[in-house]
């Protein structure tokens, strides 16, 4: 079993950041990646973001140049670095815990609970 804790949200006006961080413990050999993804009212959960545990990252498309992920392996936790924020990134954002592999994430049922994000226009 994986264990996940989100923290780091907020309310923030658009152009401004966040970080979000993930901290996982438990048995974590299983895996071999921490993904960040997010889910807005009324609409899917998507992956904005992934990092392997070499620190290989992966983000998609609208977050690119704006989002950055990292670990620190010491603390067991990943950080999710939000800047140029916009009102469309509001959601809560969830980690998971998987593996990444062959430029694929497979995510593994192992979630946090989220933390919501609000970007105010």
């Known amino acids: 079993q994986v264990q996940l804790v989100e923290s780091g949200g907020g309310l923030v006006q658009a152009g401004g950041s966040l970080r979000l961080s993930c901290a996982a413990s438990?048995?974590?050999?299983?895996?071999?990646?921490i993904g960040w993804y997010r889910q807005a009212p009324g609409k899917l959960r998507e992956l904005v973001a992934v990092?392997?545990?070499?620190?290989?990252?992966k983000y998609e498309d609208s977050v690119k140049d704006r989002f950055t992920m990292s670990r620190d392996n010491a603390k067991n936790t990943v950080y999710l670095q939000m800047n140029s924020l916009k009102p469309e990134d509001t959601a809560v954002y969830y980690c998971?815990?998987?593996?990444?592999?062959?430029?694929?994430?497979?995510?593994?049922?192992?979630w946090g609970k989220g933390t919501l994000v609000t970007v105010s226009s």
């Open positions: 438990g048995s974590t050999s299983s895996i071999n990646a």
């Open positions: 990092i392997s545990n070499g620190g290989n990252t």
């Open positions: 998971n815990a998987g593996n990444y592999r062959g430029n694929i994430y497979y995510p593994m049922n192992y």
